[in-house]
C-alpha cells in the first residue's frame, strides 16, 4: 500500500505550538523565528486542507480538527523516538563483522584481535574474506580491510606500515625470488609460485627463497627472528587499508575497533 506523504517538519511545529499555544514560545523550543513557525503552520493548513489555529482575545486557540489530531500525532512522535533508539541501539553492539584479505588476516589482524579482545572480553567478532567488490550491506559488514592506493568508494584509513621488505630464512635459503601474485616483480627463475604474500612468507621461512612483501605480513616472523631482511624497506603506492562506508565509519564501535587496531 502506498504511503502517504507526511509534511513531518510542519507536524513538529504544530505539536509545539500547540503545547504553547504561542506561536513565539514554539519558535524559542524550535529555535526558529516566529514569522517561520507562522509559514509551517499556514503550509501545512494548506497540505491538510483545515484550519489549525484561531486568533481570539484570550490567544492562541486550537480548532477542533486539530484537537482531534493531536494525541495520534504525539503517540506517533513517541514511536518515532522509540525506532531511532532502536536503530541506534547497533552502536553499542559488541559484534563486529570484519572481512580482510586471508593473508592479512592469518599475520596480522587476528593477532590483533586477540590484544584487543583481552582488554575487552565481551567482544565478538565474524571474520569474513575479502573480495574486490565489497558489498556492506549484503555481508553485513561493519569494516573491511583493503589492499590498494587509497580507500576507493569509501571512508578510510591508511595502516600504518614501512612499505615492502625482502625477507628470508635467518642464513638465507635457496637463492632465487619467491613469485606471488600481485607482487611487484616476477623473477622467472623462481623455485615457487604462491597465491598471496601470506603464502610467500610461509615459502620464505621453509628457506624456499627470498620474498618481497608487505612489512605490515612479515613484522612479526621479523621481530621473532623467523626471518631477516635483506637491505632496506622500500615505500610503496599499495598499502593496507580501513574502509567502511560513511554510516558504517561514523558508528562508535567500528571507530573504537579501528583506534585499537592502530595503535
Known amino acids: 500500500m502506498k504511503r502517504t506523504h507526511l509534511p513531518l517538519n510542519g507536524l513538529r511545529v504544530l505539536d509545539a505550538a500547540a503545547r504553547h499555544l504561542s506561536f513565539t514560545r514554539a519558535a524559542d523550543e524550535l ?29 492562541l486557540e486550537l480548532t477542533p480538527e486539530a484537537e482531534a489530531g493531536l494525541v495520534a500525532l504525539r503517540a506517533g512522535f513517541l514511536q518515532f523516538e522509540e525506532s531511532v533508539r532502536a536503530m541506534q541501539a ?7 563483522t570484519i572481512a580482510a584479505p586471508r593473508d592479512l588476516t592469518a599475520k596480522w589482524l587476528m593477532p590483533k584481535l586477540s590484544e584487543v579482545a583481552r582488554r575487552d572480553p565481551d567482544l565478538r567478532f565474524m571474520l569474513v574474506p575479502a573480495d574486490e567488490a565489497l558489498d556492506f550491506t549484503e555481508a553485513n559488514l561493519d569494516l573491511a580491510i583493503r589492499w590498494g592506493e587509497g580507500p576507493g568508494e569509501h ?3 591508511a595502516i600504518e ?38 603464502l610467500a612468507i610461509e615459502a620464505a621461512l621453509q628457506g624456499l627463497g627470498r620474498a618481497t612483501v608487505p612489512e605490515l605480513l612479515a613484522r612479526a616472523d621479523i621481530a621473532a627472528g623467523r626471518l631477516e631482511t635483506i637491505g632496506e624497506p622500500k615505500a610503496a603506492r599499495f598499502g593496507f587499508w580501513f ?9 562508535k564501535k567500528v571507530r573504537s575497533l579501528v583506534e585499537a587496531l592502530a595503535s
Request: proline share 5%; hydrophobic share 40%.
Open 31 to 59: 529555535a526558529v523565528t516566529p514569522a517561520a513557525v507562522g509559514q509551517q503552520i499556514r503550509a501545512l493548513e494548506d497540505t491538510l486542507g483545515v484550519v489549525l489555529f484561531r486568533r481570539t482575545t484570550k490567544g
Open 90 to 96: 547497533g552502536q553499542s553492539s559488541k559484534s563486529l
Open 155 to 157: 571512508e578510510g584509513e
Open 161 to 198: 606500515s614501512d612499505g615492502m621488505v625482502t625477507v628470508q630464512r635467518p642464513g638465507g635459503g635457496i637463492d632465487t625470488a619467491i613469485a606471488w601474485a600481485g607482487c611487484l616483480a616476477e623473477d622467472e627463475s623462481s623455485l615457487v609460485r604462491v597465491a598471496d604474500a601470506g
Open 243 to 251: 574502509v567502511a562506508p560513511l554510516p558504517q565509519w561514523r558508528q
